[in-house]
Every structure is written in C-alpha cells, then in structure tokens.
C-alpha cells in the first residue's frame, strides 16, 4: 500500500557563476551561420532532455528512461498513479508507506507531471539474496557516508516475562535521490532492530547517509529522532532526516548543453539544489514491521532526478 506525496531538485560538477552562465548562453544565441548556408538549428529543451533519457509529452508528464529497477528480478509489479499535494511555495512533494509486508519491497519514480503533482510509481517484491546484493552494490558505492549507531536497554512487555529468552528482529527503510544517468546521488537508511515476543532486551538503531563522491556536497545531518514507543506499547519506530545541497550537476548540465540545457533545467538563475530525506521504521513485539518515508528535492534541474525507496527485513 502506498500514499505518496513529493517533489523535487538536482546534484551538480563544475561551479559557474551567473555571469559565466549567462555568457555561455549569449554565444549560443547569437551564433550566426554563413550567409550562403542554411539556419543553423537552434537547441531546444526537449532534445537537451532526450540526450539525459528523459522525455517529456504535450500533457506534462515527464518520463525516465534509466531506472534501477530494470535490472532487478521484481515480482508482483504494479504501476501506480500517485496524487501529490503542492505547498505554498509551489513545489510538490513525494511520501509513502508500506505496511504488513514480509519480502523486500522496491519502488521507483518512473513518470511525474508537475502540473498535477501526481507521481507514476514503479513498486515490486524482490527475494532476500537480490536485496542484500542491491544492498552491497549501493552501500559499496564509496561516497561520503555516515552511520552512527546507538542503542537502548528495554523493559519487559509484561510483568513476569524477563525470564523469556530474548530472540530480536530488525528492519531497515532505505530513499535515494537518482540522477539521469541512474546514478544514486544520495540516499538515507535508518534501521532498527528489537526485542520480540514480550522479553525485555535491547533497542538498536543507525542511520547510514550517502552522498555521490564526485560532487562536491554540503551535508546537514542525519538526525535521529530517538526510541519511540509506541502508545500501546507494542513495539518501537526510529526515524531519522538529512538535507544534502549541491551545485555541480545543473553546473555540468549547463556546461554540457549550454543554452537548451539551462532551459530542461528550469532556468534557474542558480546551480543550487535541495534534497531531502526523511525515512522510519517500525518494529512491533510481534515481529511485524512498517515503513515510512517523506523525500523531497527542489533547486536547478529539479524534474531530472527521481526517487527511490527499499524497504525490508535486516540491516542495512
């Protein structure tokens, strides 16, 4: 099950400043070809957008091409329509929730229309061994990571069961910001793992943050909420957020395809971009789990990038 809601930036590779940018789309304007030869053709957004794998038709649906989830051995593939709110300031936002599920679950944007705010949402099941070589293959990535960990005692869930012995779950809810070239430009994890059945034992958490290593990134967090009970004591979510800001990727696509480019970016008089993450986990005694997450991304090329989530049993 899936409620979403979103929206959107970019990441970026070589700085530019307004005067730089500006400059670089006056010599593709006034470019002029040989009086005696044909008008040279003039660039346009939508084939800036083709050369990215990104295509956009007459009813404002922008769709991505390059997508992680076509090398993955999903089952029970769905496709849905997902309705987004747009905020005051005009951006959409994307959120979901997966409630009551035992295999690993994955889900893709594949299409967003920014007029409407609604989200084409890719969403499957994949067996453990293909989530944990997915898992390895991201987590190997190399790129600026942070995993800080901490852990918590807990009391029994009634009284008269310390003497039960402790067996433990864990659980973990993964979002990734894409690039064009289906590159994961950040992603934040939090995992939790727990005491079942009513022992009393230990709560653990992390909250494992990436950032792709070639661009230059400024990093707020991750942050972690905390141990929370639940109000009828029958289980524990931990969540945890970061804020990532980088300008090298609108940079590169500026740099790249110049003045068609600047306009598939929204013509931003900025390279800057936002992205945020804001994920949860779930663990109840009985050894059920949910997850949750609220993502968003705005800034210079914002509608190239899409969103990502796994979800599953285990640690990441």
Same mark, same amino acid.
């Given at each position: ?11 970026? &590779? ?25 008008? &040279? ?35 029970? !593939? ?32 594949? @299409?967003? #229309? ?67 070239? #289906? ?19 230990? &709560? ?40 990532? !800001? #980088? ?15 600047? &306009? ?13 993450? #804001? !994920?949860?986990?779930? @663990? ?33």
């Amino acid at each position: 099950m899936f409620k979403i809601l979103q929206h959107r930036a970019i990441s970026p &590779l070589i700085r530019f400043t307004a005067v730089g940018l500006a400059s670089a789309c006056a010599l593709t304007l006034t470019a002029v070809a040989p009086a005696t030869a044909a008008p &040279l053709p003039q660039p346009t957004s939508t084939s800036a957008l083709e050369q990215l794998g990104i295509s956009v038709s007459a009813d404002g649906w922008i769709t991505y091409s390059k997508r992680q989830s076509s090398s993955l051995p999903l089952t029970d !593939v769905t496709v849905t329509v997902v309705q987004g709110p747009r905020t005051p300031e005009g951006q959409c936002g994307i959120s979901g929730e997966v409630l009551a599920t035992t295999a690993p679950t994955y889900s893709e944007q594949i @299409g967003f #229309n920014p007029r409407s705010c609604e989200s084409r949402v890719l969403s499957g099941k994949l067996t453990q061994a293909a989530a944990d070589t997915l898992m390895a293959r991201l987590g190997s990535a190399g790129g600026s990571q942070s995993a800080a960990q901490t852990s918590t005692t807990v009391p029994a869930a009634r009284s008269g069961s310390a003497g039960i012995l402790t067996s433990y779950q864990s659980a973990h809810t993964t979002t990734q910001w894409i690039d064009p070239l #289906n590159i994961t430009i950040t992603q934040q994890a939090i995992n939790l793992q727990w005491p079942l059945y009513g022992a009393g034992g230990t &709560l653990s958490s992390s909250w494992p943050s990436y950032a792709f290593p070639y661009d230059g990134w400024t990093t707020y967090g991750p942050y972690f909420s905390g141990f929370n009970t639940l109000y009828d004591n029958s289980g524990w979510y931990v969540s945890a957020n970061s804020h990532f !800001v #980088n300008y090298d990727f609108a940079a590169l696509v500026y740099f790249l395809l110049g003045l068609s480019g600047w &306009l598939a970016c929204g013509a931003h008089l900025t390279t800057r971009a936002d992205f945020y993450h #804001n !994920v949860q986990v779930t @663990g109840y005694r009985s050894g059920g789990k949910n997850h949750w997450w609220s993502d968003s991304v705005n800034g210079a090329c914002s509608n190239l990038v899409h969103h990502a989530t796994l979800n599953g049993y285990g640690w990441w």
